[in-house]
T-cell receptor
């Protein structure tokens, strides 16, 4: 049981290049999330998905696209990278439970450190 | 709108002393509050949460948090700090939407010195 994994761990891009970050979870979770973490700003939600084939915008969606073609995978795409997208990206997943369920927590991947030059 | 605030960027504690990492919240409706910890170069790990019930919530690694409705606070505590507790701590609150997304504070860096 690997939990939540992210690929790649590190990446350097030039401005205007594109790339896709892959998140995979083996816990059969319905919900998946993409966050970015910047110094002094905590984690901010980019996009999320409540199930296979569905996606929704979070707090900071501009410049990113996502897809959830399979339940276990959640892809984050940057079509034309900008230096402002230099950040650490975290994926998370959780079960679709009621609010009072003790298992209602998000599980995080190890992160992808992206630098855009 | 739901929000949390962590008023301290950094907390310094000597090993063996008690520690407190502060969090205040602003919500409409019932608050659902969480604490996560991030060790260097790692993802976030769940520590504990408050949904309802006892105001003192016990979590992983000996941590606990006290929910105080009148002060709208959810401070993280530990009676005796360890050097290995040094990490970045995040408070979070469920947003008001039906999806139950989390809104995170900016984080507090805890440094425990021997």
């Amino acid at each position: 049981n690997a939990g939540v994994t992210q690929t790649p761990k590190f990446r350097v891009l030039k401005t205007g290049q594109s790339m896709t970050l892959l998140c995979a979870q083996d816990m059969n979770h319905e919900y998946m999330y993409w966050y970015r973490q910047d110094p002094g700003m905590g984690l901010r939600l980019i996009h999320y998905s409540v199930g296979e084939g569905t996606t929704a915008k979070g707090e900071v969606p501009d410049g990113y696209n996502v897809s959830r073609l399979k339940k276990q995978n959640f892809l984050l795409g940057l079509e034309s990278a900008a230096p402002s997208q230099t950040s650490v990206y975290f994926c998370a997943s959780r079960r679709a439970t009621g609010l009072g369920d003790s298992t209602d927590t998000q599980y995080f991947g190890p992160g992808t450190r992206l630098t855009v030059l | 709108a739901q929000s949390v605030a962590q008023p301290e960027d950094q907390v310094n504690v000597a090993e063996g002393n008690p520690l407190t990492v502060k969090c205040t919240y602003s919500v409409s409706g019932n608050p659902y509050l969480f604490w996560y910890v991030q060790y260097p170069n790692r993802g976030l790990q769940f520590l504990l949460k408050y949904i309802t019930g006892d105001n003192l919530v016990k979590g992983s690694y000996g941590f606990e948090a006290e929910f105080n409705k009148s002060q709208t606070s959810f401070h993280l505590k530990k009676p005796s700090a360890l050097v290995s507790d040094s990490a970045l701590y995040f408070c979070a609150v469920r947003d008001g939407g039906s999806q139950g997304n989390l809104i995170f504070g900016k984080g507090t860096k805890l440094s425990v010195k021997p």
